[in-house]
Every structure is written in structure tokens, then in C-alpha cells.
């Protein structure tokens, strides 16, 4: 049994963009922790997707805390907006960071939450250092860039030994995995030690409603929480 409860992250990059507010309100009213918002510009991942007017204009909708998550080549410039559009914890790539330190003193300057991700086949050597000013890590758990991946096996290992470190240093930082989150997969992230999940398609998607796939994937942890 996990003793820390596990949070879900519904991401809005599956969500139905044309009536967005209603269904971040849908995933706040079903039992949702964070609202996680996939910021991408073209460069760091192929795609290009929203800005901080979206955030601001969804945080009416919620009072969960909006988790934006930085898929951009330069981050440093985005981070003041973001931060007065409503973004309660921001999550920038260590691959296009080379001050970490620097950057998550920006974002702590800026009053909110200070998050690092890595890729699937960058090493937990990048965030080592980092680890004890940090609100939160973001192992991906596919390549970024598009939403619907399938979840990628060999990062299980990466997440059971970021729970020890995190663990052994006695460290608060939240443990988060984002891509190909399940009711199949999620248990499996839990148990090596995930705390937050970000699951997009498997909660916006057109086979159940918002509230029926929220109770579906938090079912799939019974036992596990506690």
C-alpha cells in the first residue's frame, strides 16, 4: 500500500477545446488534483499548441491548481506570463535548461511551484543536484510532443529509482509521470512510485464521459492508496 495519496492530473491537450472551460469544470467536479496544461512551440516538440491567454481564460473554471507544463525551447521567457495568467506550478525541460538553478529561482521569484521533466532517455543525473529545491519532477513516460503514445516499459526502473533517492534524502518533491497513463498502466506507475498522474486521452475521450473515466482510472488504484 502507497502511504501518500496519488493525485491525478487530467491533461487539457485532450480535452475538447471548444468548450474547454466546461470540461475542466467536468474534471474538477469528478475528483481531479491538478489541471495539467501542455504548453508546446514547435521547436523543443513538433507540435504547436497554447499560450497563457488559455490558462487564464480557464482559470475561472477551477480552483485545482493549474500545472503548466513548459515544452518550449526557451522557457525563461515564458515564465512571467504564465505566472500571471494563473499557473500555480510551472515544469520546465532540463534539456533546454543549462542553469537549472538559475531558472528554478526564477520561477520561485514568481510565486509559484518549481517543476523540472526529463525525457525517456535522459538520465536522473541532470535533476540530481537540483533535486532539494524542487516542488516537483516530471519523468515523461513517452517522447513528448503528442498526446495518445503508448507508455514506455523501461521508464518503470526510472521512476522506482527516483522514489528512492527522493525517499532516502527525505525530499517532498512530488513525483509526476506524463504519457500513456491508463487504468492498465497507472497502477504499475504507482507501484514504483509515481504520485502524480497526468492522463489525457484516457479521461477526455469520446467512449465515456469525463466522470465515468475519472471513476474508471481511480478505481484502477484501489488498494494501492491509503
Known sequence: MVSSEVKIAPSILSADFARLGEQVAEVTTAGAHYIHIDVMDGHFVPPITIGAPVVEAIRPWTNLPLDVHLMVERPEIQLEQFARAGADIITVHAE?????HRMVESMKGLGVRAGVSINPATPLAVVDEILPALDL????????????QAFIEEV???????????????????????GGITAQTAPRAVGAGARVLVAGSAIFNSR?????????LMASLRGLTG
Open 96 to 100: 533546454v535548461c543549462p542553469d537549472l
Open 137 to 148: 519532477v516530471l519523468l515523461m513516460t513517452v517522447n513528448p510532443g503528442f498526446a495518445g
Open 156 to 178: 518503470l526502473d526510472k521512476i522506482a529509482r527516483l522514489r528512492q533517492i527522493l525517499d532516502e534524502r527525505g525530499l517532498a518533491c512530488e513525483l509526476e509521470v506524463d
Open 208 to 216: 465515456e464521459s469525463v466522470k465515468e473515466a475519472m471513476d474508471r
